[in-house]
């Protein structure tokens, strides 16, 4: 298991250095100068220079990236073009109402799509199965930002049940969870349904049924068991997808977190944070993935083995 592990962090590094390129590259392809827009549009020529060379604008591209990179380092991500903050408060401040987001959106998901798909492969072609597939198809067909304002209508405007926006209570993050979470629950749920499916059709299943097993305990115990391994890798997999697609909702329904944060800093141009936040959504997302790499070694051996 550690030489496995041990490949594995190996194979990080050169794919964080990778995204780390294409970042800087991308932000530096965006229209427009971070020096007029810091300098403002009342600013002489000569102040706009001044500025560009204070930024190290005026330095070549590969000169930026090592200063960028040192800086990295140390934990320094630069200040806000706009508000002049540093750019690591300013994450930090926003970093906490995303996770919660995401970890309340995750945990209903899974929980609502690996039922649904049990329930689903146990019943199969029998209404209840219909129901399930239904339901699954319908939450990746929504859009999320139309789920979100429906849910706002019905359960904010019209009953007063749980707030528009915001993040005051727990209860802040019911509608959006229930909007970030749905199509990850509609895909668990279809994904789950086929992992059952195939471990069902397995010997092991006959042979249990043979030995007259209860059926809870034949697709409880082993059937399920089995299915789960593919199940959490998707579902370790879909986390970081959902930390990235939380800027939609976080707008929706007015938090204050990463992907609001994201959103506003495009439309002011501030690229120091814009870079930012790409770079901790990419990272994150490759970390989250290792995390399930290593847990599928753990739960399928076969895997460790293979690999050597």
């Known amino acids: ?26 932000i530096h392809l965006i229209p427009g100068d971070p020096a007029r827009l810091v300098a403002g549009k009342d600013a002489t020529l000569e102040e706009i220079n001044g500025i560009r060379e204070q930024l190290g604008l005026n ?6 990236y090592i200063d960028y990179m040192g800086n990295l380092f140390k934990g320094d991500l630069g200040n806000s073009i706009r508000s002049g903050l540093p750019v690591s408060e300013m994450l930090a401040s926003r970093f906490m109402p995303t996770i919660w987001l995401t970890i309340f959106s995750m945990v209903w998901a899974v929980i ?3 039922l649904i798909g049990i329930i689903s492969a146990v019943k199969r072609n029998k209404w209840p199965d219909h129901v399930g597939m239904i339901t699954a198809i319908s939450g990746i067909s929504v859009p999320g930002f139309w789920l979100g304002l429906v849910l706002i209508q019905v359960f904010s405007v019209q009953l007063g049940w749980f707030p528009t926006g915001g993040v005051d209570s727990w209860s802040s993050y019911v ?44 697709v409880g115990r082993h059937a399920l068991r089995n299915s789960l391994i593919q199940v959490v890798t998707v579902a370790g997999l879909q986390f970081g997808f959902l930390l990235g697609g939380s800027v939609m909702v976080e707008t929706v329904f007015s938090i204050p977190g990463l992907g609001r944060l994201l959103v506003d800093s495009i439309a002011f141009r501030d690229y120091t944070v814009i870079q930012a936040e790409l ?16 847990l599928y070694g753990v739960l399928n051996p076969k895997i460790r083995f293979d690999s050597n």
Do not use: C
């Not at 668990?188 to 049924?209: K, N």
């Open 1 to 26: 298991m550690g030489r496995y592990a041990l490949q594995r962090l190996l194979g990080v590094i050169p794919l964080l250095f990778v995204v780390s390129v294409l970042v800087f590259m991308f």
């Open 59 to 64: 330095d070549p591209l590969w000169r930026q």
């Open 112 to 114: 609502i799509g690996v």
């Open 175 to 218: 509608l959006p969870s229930l909007t970030l979470g749905a199509g990850i629950m509609s895909m668990l749920a279809r994904f789950s349904r086929t992992s059952m499916l195939e471990s069902m059709r397995e010997d092991y299943i006959r042979t249990g049924r043979a030995k007259g097993l209860h059926e809870f305990v034949v």
């Open 279 to 294: 770079l901790l959504f990419a990272t994150e997302f490759i970390l989250i993935n290792l995390v399930v790499d290593l």
